[in-house]
């Protein structure tokens, strides 16, 4: 009989992952020092020179069992890990150290590592100490073999199932890249930012899911069945194939909706609604064109200060932000200024997580504001890469008007610090605020006569209306996007827009779940940012939508106190 544990499903498009496990152990083996009498040390090198082959062969056959269409980066760090282990700095350094020493070869291969790290730590080069990760890898896979252990392995990610106590934004970038096919952490709720990036890079996840990191084991065939967000051990062959017609009927699917790749997505009485998508790596944009996206309505530029120990430079920045802008080929791209802090920390944030509530911190705009020579890098790159296309600049977590001026006046400061330089920009930069706290919802009017555009952050918006942190599973019911406080926030911001003649768009996860679709344009909206993969999806309903029948219903349906179940009454109202 197979074994279901429950968390909480998170997907977008493929909601089926089948794969054995891989535990995700982080940190560095540790060995405790060990002496060998004087008779045992060749026996000892020999034991040692042993690991090191036997790591060797190892990674050679995962290398082996790489499909063809794996991407060159996966291929790349085996490579470097394989290049690693022939450096005499680590596959013939500690042998000497047990013949000088008369150690354990674990204790001569700690020592060594621990200097190599000094080492790294100390160089200039940003990519070679970027290395120290490697480094980790290689020695804790000898270090592994030579304590017996198995340990979690970065090579053999490729279409596994990582399962985790939690995985930070930077881990789910990471594992992405080097082939993860599904996720499953025992914490974590949908709506924090690990779970909004699976969704985005196509990956079904399950979070929330207690106690899997203890029941499930490595190398075991699991289910992961994001629609109802359940992970299936123990299957039965007959529910693995159950889940594997699943999983194809869910891929046709996907390739019959990409059929609506080229069409508008326009309501059935003429309205046309701009399906614009969030990335969070200039990699996504080949997805978002795939799927047939109007533009980048969200572009978290933050995931460029992950898993690097360094802050990107102006010229990083800046090549990021072009290759996204000539990706897209004209069509718009909202470039979101940074947004660290909260569940998003890197390495070397200024102030790491030491507040006692990053929700409330010193998070996106607030942190650019006091570290402002890090805003002022990142805003020279987007004015430069704006000439290369219609580029929109977009500023996170604004509460207060005095944040949203001072900001104005860095970005107004960079610009003519350009200039100087000779950099002109020849096309205006429109400049909008992400409305996500109650405060600015509230005076929204005010930010909408200072800014180009406002981008409704729903995520965040929902958060902080209802005290309910998107990040912890054990609230994740009370996070509730229909809630009658947060859709009058969303009206209010509307209807600011409509006062002041600017353009109000979503870029929350709001927005791309279809099963909101009817109540925001019935609301108004004419422009909603998603993940790539919801594109099609939303844009079949909107397809399907009559918004002169719908709007006056829909009014009538807020306005009526005797409605229990809001969701019911606008599933029936959308599928009219
Ligand atoms: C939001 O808060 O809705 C949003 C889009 O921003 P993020 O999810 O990156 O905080
Ligand atoms: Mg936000």
């Known amino acids: 009989m197979s074994i279901a544990i429950q968390g909480i499903g998170v997907s977008s498009g493929i909601r089926t992952a089948i794969g054995k496990v891989l535990m995700l152990s982080r940190g560095s083996i540790q060995a405790e020092p060990g002496m060998i009498p004087a008779n045992r040390i060749e026996a000892e090198v020999e034991r040692f020179f042993h690991a090191v082959q036997l790591a060797a062969t190892q990674l050679t056959e995962i290398r082996k069992e790489i499909p063809a269409d794996t991407p060159a980066d996966i291929l790349e760090f085996i490579d470097t890990h394989l290049l690693m282990l022939q450096d005499k700095a680590i596959a013939e350094a500690p042998a000497q150290t047990i013949r000088d020493e008369g150690c354990s070869a674990e204790w001569a291969l700690q020592l060594r590592r621990d200097q190599l790290l000094r080492v790294f730590e100390d160089m200039e080069d940003a990519y070679l100490r970027t290395r120290k990760d490697d480094l980790e890898h290689v020695v804790n896979r000898i270090m592994g073999i030579l304590q017996g252990q198995k340990r979690n392995d970065p090579a053999e990610i490729v279409g596994h199932i990582i399962v985790s106590e939690d995985l930070t934004p930077a881990d789910t970038i990471m594992l992405h890249h080097r082939g993860a096919c599904g996720f499953i952490t025992d914490f974590g709720s949908p709506m924090s930012h690990t779970a909004i990036l699976a969704a985005s890079l196509g990956i079904p996840a399950i979070v929330g899911a207690h106690g899997a990191s203890s029941h499930l084991h490595s190398g075991e065939l699991v289910v992961v069945d994001a629609a109802n967000g359940t992970v299936l051990a123990d299957c039965e062959p007959r529910q693995i194939r159950f889940f594997e017609r699943r999983l194809h009927r869910e891929q046709e699917r996907r390739n019959a909706l990409q059929t609506l790749r080229d069409t ?265 940012s998603m993940h790539p993969a919801s594109l099609p999806e939303v844009k079949q309903l909107i397809r399907r939508l009559d918004l002169r029948q719908l709007k006056p219903r829909l009014e009538k349906l807020l306005l009526d106190p005797a409605v229990e179940d809001f969701a019911q009454a606008m599933e029936e109202l959308a599928s009219d």
């Open 264 to 528: 508008p997505a326009i309501t059935r009485d003429g309205v046309h609604i701009e399906l614009q998508a969030n990335i969070e790596l200039p990699e996504d944009v080949k997805a978002v064109l795939e799927e047939g996206g109007d533009g980048i309505g969200l572009y978290r530029t933050e995931f460029l200060y992950m898993n690097r120990d360094q802050l990107p430079t102006e010229e990083e920045h800046y090549q990021a932000y072009v290759r996204v802008i000539q990706g897209m080929a004209g069509r718009p791209v909202t470039i979101r200024t940074l947004d660290l802090g909260a569940d998003k920390q890197c390495e070397h944030q200024p102030e790491p997580a030491a507040c006692i509530n990053p929700a409330l911190g010193l998070r996106a705009i607030r942190l650019c504001l006091k570290e402002t020579s890090i805003f002022r890098v990142q805003i020279r790159a987007i004015l430069r890469a704006a000439q290369h296309g219609p580029v929109r600049l977009m500023i996170p977590m604004l509460t207060n008007l005095w944040e949203a001026r001072q900001a104005r006046e860095i970005i107004e400061e960079e610009r003519q610090y350009l200039a100087q330089q000779n950099i002109v920009m020849n096309q205006p930069l429109p400049i909008g605020a992400m409305i996500e706290t109650p405060a600015a919802a509230l005076t929204a009017e005010s930010f909408a006569r200072m800014f180009d555009f406002l981008s409704i952050g729903t995520n965040d918006l929902i958060q902080y209306t209802l005290a309910v942190d998107r990040a912890d599973d054990s609230v994740n019911h009370l996070y509730d996007p229909l809630h009658p406080a947060v859709l009058a926030l969303i009206q209010k911001v509307l209807e600011a827009g409509r006062r002041s003649g600017k353009d109000v768009a979503m870029c929350g996860e709001m927005a791309g779940n279809p099963r909101y679709t009817a109540l925001l344009l019935g609301l108004g909206l004419k422009t909603l």
